[in-house]
């Protein structure tokens, strides 16, 4: 009897455990928390990263404008500074995209530069920045003094609408320079 008494048990307790399965509405309510605090930690650092990536075009494309400009001045005396002339560089690029607009530009007769603007400004201007691309004619230093060569400069701005260059000022147009620097409320890309 004593047998059918155990036997009977174990089974009372494992058919009660059948009953019992599932979750239980705290810890539905924990899972639930849990997923909301992990989401709100990775959300703003998912979209971030997408703004980067804008961002990267722009600094892609500038670069590229950069280097083209440097090789355009190597083959013809002058640079490219007439939107229309975009083409002569040779690379393929549209003036607009979906994120930025790219004007080129001259600086006065001493060099060019390139202005990414975003397409459209957004209320925040810390999620599209601005970036302007200047490439002068310059001279090098130390053993061989004197060289021309070409320089450029590449810098980002959070205020899109402020975006520009500043060179050497009082040097004859023509005349090489030896230093391209960012404008006021902006800082070099290396």
Same mark, same amino acid.
Request: with cysteine; proline share 4%.
């Given at each position: 009897?004593?047998?059918?008494?155990?036997?009977? /048990?174990? *089974?009372?307790? &494992?058919?009660? %455990?059948?009953?019992? +399965?599932?979750? =239980?509405?705290?810890?539905?309510?924990?899972?639930?928390?849990?997923?909301?605090?992990?989401?709100?930690?990775?959300?703003?650092?998912?979209?971030?990263?997408?703004?980067?990536?804008?961002?990267?075009?722009?600094?892609?494309?500038?670069?590229?404008?950069?280097?083209?400009?440097?090789?355009?001045?190597?083959?013809?005396?002058?640079?490219?500074?007439?939107?229309?002339? /975009?083409? *002569?560089?040779? &690379?393929?690029? %549209?003036?607009?995209? +979906?994120?930025? =607009?790219?004007?080129?530009?001259?600086?006065?007769g001493k060099g060019a530069d390139v202005i990414a603007r975003p397409t459209t400004p957004a209320a925040n201007p810390a999620i599209l920045k601005g970036f302007v691309g200047?490439?002068?004619?310059?001279?090098?230093?130390?053993?061989?003094?004197?060289?021309?060569?070409?320089?450029?400069?590449?810098?980002?701005?959070?205020?899109?609408?402020?975006?520009?260059?500043?060179?050497?000022?009082?040097?004859?147009?023509?005349?090489?320079?030896?230093?391209?620097?960012?404008?006021?409320?902006?800082?070099?890309?290396?």
């Amino acid at each position: 009897m004593k047998t059918e008494l155990k036997a009977k /048990f174990i *089974q009372h307790i &494992l058919n009660k %455990k059948k009953n019992d +399965e599932g979750f =239980t509405l705290i810890e539905l309510l924990v899972v639930i928390i849990i997923i909301g605090i992990l989401s709100a930690i990775a959300l703003p650092s998912f979209l971030n990263q997408a703004n980067k990536a804008r961002s990267s075009e722009a600094k892609t494309y500038v670069g590229s404008i950069n280097r083209a400009q440097q090789a355009y001045v190597l083959e013809n005396p002058t640079f490219v500074t007439a939107q229309t002339n /975009f083409n *002569q560089l040779g &690379l393929g690029i %549209k003036t607009q995209t +979906e994120n930025y =607009t790219y004007t080129l530009g001259n600086l006065g007769g001493k060099g060019a530069d390139v202005i990414a603007r975003p397409t459209t400004p957004a209320a925040n201007p810390a999620i599209l920045k601005g970036f302007v691309g200047s490439v002068a004619v310059g001279q090098t230093t130390g053993a061989a003094t004197g060289e021309a060569t070409t320089i450029a400069i590449l810098c980002e701005t959070n205020d899109p609408v402020k975006v520009g260059s500043t060179m050497n000022t009082g040097v004859p147009q023509g005349t090489p320079i030896n230093n391209i620097n960012c404008g006021a409320g902006q800082k070099a890309v290396k």
